[in-house]
């Protein structure tokens, strides 16, 4: 057993950015609980209730005057939805879009896959218009670091269900690199359940930005159906 713990401390250490199960946060409130407390939170922040609908909060966020909606699941917080509250043409969207990309890449609460910056010559309302392509970025809020102990017992659980006590004390290199990959998916497991993502969205000609802050613990997996 001696091999397993070694291979189970550097998995340990090699995800050492993840944590025990812990939800997405809006400007530091957890998405969690029910839709009323999160609404008078949200108005702590400085947000106010919309004339039309006291269900929709109002105010600024990063700089723009944005529309907040909340979504629940089982009466349950699920989603912070914002919308840009000032429509603007496609040359100025390219270049918020852009922008918020390039926020989210330089904070290091965050963590991206891929690179979502659209070319400055594309025609994004043609490529909207005529070829309904979406243009969506997504990232991911790293979980707070907490416990490295239960991260051990988790990922040592998932090896043992694959392996025996006696293949791992003296594993193959398949073996070491199948430990490895099963150490990382369990990270992207954890990251998975706190996106942060954004889309471009239209209205007769207009550009808005989207916002979506999801807590995926709390999102409809089927079990109502």
């Not at 998975?192 to 007769?204: A, G, L």
């Amino acid at each position: 057993m001696k091999k397993i713990v070694f291979f189970i401390v550097l998995l340990t250490i090699t995800i050492s950015t993840f944590a025990q199960k812990d939800v997405t946060k809006f400007m530091g409130i957890p998405i969690d609980g029910f839709k009323p407390e999160m609404i008078k939170k949200l108005k702590e922040k400085g947000f106010v209730s919309s004339t039309t609908d006291k269900d929709i909060l109002e105010g600024e966020f990063n700089g723009t005057q944005v529309n907040v909606h909340v979504a629940t699941n089982n009466n349950k917080v699920c989603r912070i939805m914002l919308c840009d509250a000032h429509q603007m043409d496609e040359t100025d969207i390219k270049i918020r879009f852009n922008k918020l990309c390039q926020q989210f890449k330089n904070n290091s609460k965050y963590t991206s896959l891929d690179d979502y910056t659209i070319p400055e010559d594309e025609d994004i309302s043609y490529e909207m218009g005529v070829k309904s392509k979406r243009y969506e970025a997504l990232f991911y809020q790293n979980p707070v670091i907490t416990d490295s102990l239960a991260i051990a017992n988790d990922i040592k659980e998932i090896i043992l269900q694959k392996y025996s006590e006696k293949e791992l004390e003296n594993p193959t290199d398949d073996v070491k690199t199948d430990i490895t990959k099963m150490g990382l998916s369990y990270a992207m497991d954890l990251m998975s359940k706190k996106p942060v993502w954004f889309m471009i969205s239209e209205f007769y000609g207009k550009y808005y930005i989207t916002m979506f802050y999801d807590n995926e613990y709390n999102r409809a997996n089927g079990e109502d159906l």
